[in-house]
């Protein structure tokens, strides 16, 4: 391995799974050796992500071997290299990285590819660059794809959510409209705050009503929902006859209830979105390309509110604590001496 090798410990603290269970234990492991067109990045931050709490309990579309390390983005320094001139070349670098089938970032250490590597701008620190994958890359393919389409407005769900509201932002610069779906009055002066015009709670009891009024009024036709369960049939239903409906979540963790007349009558669609899908089908420079981007437009439109850090130590709460209240901000997990609990 090509390597910093006077600095680096033989050992790391890393949380880790035993069971896909939810239940989190925080271990000292062999720090990894990366393979060859694989880089070692020491972690300064990792998001706890929906994605990351429903991995921990087997839920979600991919599996690690167990015991497994989990956490799919974060980002640190490339402290090692296993060869490779990418590898050689991002050596001693500030990335964020996207962590998929092998070792997650949850830990002091992870070996990923280097092509899953984005070389982070002097501009964005460290602790947003942590965030930078899963949501302000799926902010961007979900509102290019409305672009592509020619929509002029567009239906969300869990718009409070850090993803919701980069999509609101994301949305007026490129002048794609938001009817803005949350559950609580909270959610709608936050989104109210950040200049959104149309936010619309479920706790109302015309809900449904005014959501298809709105869509028949701004013509919207394409809906991304991250919520699933009912939620998905309500809004499919309140979409105007030939509705495309994008699920792209499960927060709810309840199959979607869907009115087959709305499929067979309505003409309206029903499909997924997984960010994965889009980087096996893209190629490296394309992705490159959009990280760069999604740095360069970083403030505000891809700013995520951290609510508290948490050594790797306290993983355990960690998680339990991003649990009880996500529109408050991520939780991160911050390995080594600067982590504190807010
Ligand atoms: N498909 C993909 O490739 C992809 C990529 C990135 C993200 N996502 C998905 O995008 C969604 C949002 O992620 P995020 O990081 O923005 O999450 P987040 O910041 O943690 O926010 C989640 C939001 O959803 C709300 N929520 C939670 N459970 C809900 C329920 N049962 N019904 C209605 N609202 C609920 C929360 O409100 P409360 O505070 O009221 O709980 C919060 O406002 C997640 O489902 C995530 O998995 C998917």
Not at 158 to 185: D, F, H, K, W
Request: some cysteine; proline content about 6%.
């Amino acid at each position: 391995m090509g390597s910093e090798t006077s600095t680096l410990p033989a050992r790391m603290r890393a949380a880790q799974l035993y069971e896909y269970d939810g239940n989190l234990h925080v271990v000292e492991l062999p720090v990894p050796t990366p393979a060859d067109g694989e880089v070692l990045v020491r972690i300064a931050a990792a998001p706890i992500n929906p994605s990351d709490a429903m991995f921990t309990r087997g839920l979600y579309g991919t599996r690690r071997p167990l015991p497994a390390i989990p956490g799919f983005e974060g980002a640190g320094t490339v402290v090692g290299h296993g060869g490779g001139a990418a590898g050689r070349a991002l050596m001693g670098h500030r990335v964020a990285v996207a962590a998929s089938a092998g070792s997650g970032t949850w830990a002091e250490y992870v070996t990923v590819a280097a092509s899953s590597c984005f070389p982070l701008l002097p501009s964005l620190s460290t602790e947003q660059g942590a965030m930078l994958v899963v949501n302000p890359l799926t902010a961007w393919a979900l509102v290019d794809l409305a672009r592509a389409d020619g929509h002029k407005a567009v239906v969300q769900t869990a718009a409070a959510g850090q993803l919701g509201r980069m999509i609101v932002r994301l949305g007026q610069r490129l002048s794609v409209e938001t009817l803005n779906v949350v559950r609580r009055p909270a959610q709608v002066q936050l989104l109210r705050g950040l200049g959104a015009r149309h936010v619309l709670s479920t706790h109302e009891p015309d809900f449904d009503a005014r959501l298809a009024a709105l869509c028949r009024e701004l013509s919207a036709t394409l809906a991304f929902d991250a919520v699933a369960g009912d939620m998905s049939a309500r809004v499919l239903r309140a979409l105007p006859r030939g509705g495309r409906l994008v699920i792209y979540g499960a927060l709810s963790e309840a199959p979607c209830t869907i009115n087959p007349g709305d499929l067979l009558f309505g003409r309206k669609r029903l499909e997924g979105f997984w960010l994965s899908d889009l980087f096996q089908a893209s190629r490296l420079p394309t992705l490159l390309k959009g990280a760069v981007r999604v740095q360069q437009w970083h403030d505000p439109d891809f700013i995520s509110t951290v609510r508290a850090r948490f050594p790797l130590e306290r993983a355990p709460e960690a998680l339990r604590a991003y649990a009880q209240d996500m529109t408050d901000g991520k939780v991160l997990l911050v390995p080594g001496d600067a982590a504190v609990a807010a």
